[in-house]
T-cell receptor, first 113, second 114 residues
């Protein structure tokens, strides 16, 4: 009963480096989301997907790219990391349907130096 | 545009005391309202949600919240705090049927004193 799994759990990058965060869900959910959590700012939506092969921008998409090649996976990429991208990143998924709750992973703590 | 305001970023209560976490929202349409809880080093979990119907909503772990349209509020309460309630609590509002329309508050961190 894994739910939503995020890898890695922790990562330290130097400015300008790239990386990909992986999110996998085993609940056959149609919708997947990437959020970032910063102190005093709650959660902000970066990108989301309403189905395999589709992605859309959220509130704070700049500096990030995403892909959803398979229904169960949602990848978040940072092409050239910046210190402002130091944050905790959460992936979530939900079923299609009114007011379906989000199921969250345990987060990835990213530090960019 | 929708928004959520959570009054107080930190709240400390004694074990056994009443817990009251405040949430006010603004929305141009009838909102859907949620409370999520985040325990240390974990993701968020749904506590309860209001969609339509009964305005008093009961959730897990003895929490409940009341939707008051006239006050645009959705405060979270629990009659008697337990040490295990120590966590961060997020109120969220949605104007749409999917999570892409969800707006979170900034969170309130609850500490429970023995």
């Amino acid at each position: 009963n894994a739910g939503v799994t995020q890898t890695p759990k922790f990562r330290v990058l130097k400015t300008g480096q790239s990386m990909t965060l992986l999110c996998a869900q085993d609940m056959n959910h149609e919708y997947m989301y990437w959020y970032r959590q910063d102190p005093g700012m709650g959660l902000r939506l970066i990108h989301y997907s309403v189905g395999e092969g589709t992605t859309a921008k959220g509130e704070v998409p700049d500096g990030y790219n995403v892909s959803r090649l398979k229904k169960q996976n949602f990848l978040l990429g940072l092409e050239s990391a910046a210190p402002s991208q130091t944050s905790v990143y959460f992936c979530a998924s939900s079923t299609r349907g009114e007011n379906s709750p989000l199921h969250f992973g345990n987060g990835t703590r990213l530090t960019v130096t | 545009a929708q928004s959520v305001t959570q009054l107080g970023s930190h709240l400390s209560v004694s074990e056994g005391a009443l817990v009251l976490l405040r949430c006010n929202y603004s929305s141009s349409v009838p909102p859907y309202l949620f409370w999520y809880v985040q325990y240390p080093n974990q993701g968020l979990q749904l506590l309860l949600k209001y969609t339509t119907g009964a305005t008093l909503v009961k959730g897990i772990n003895g929490f409940e919240a009341e939707f008051k349209k006239s006050e645009t509020s959705f405060h979270l309460t629990k009659p008697s705090a337990h040490m295990s309630d120590a966590a961060e609590y997020f109120c969220a509002v949605s104007e749409g049927s999917s999570g892409d329309k969800l707006t979170f508050g900034t969170g309130t961190r609850l500490a429970v004193r023995p």
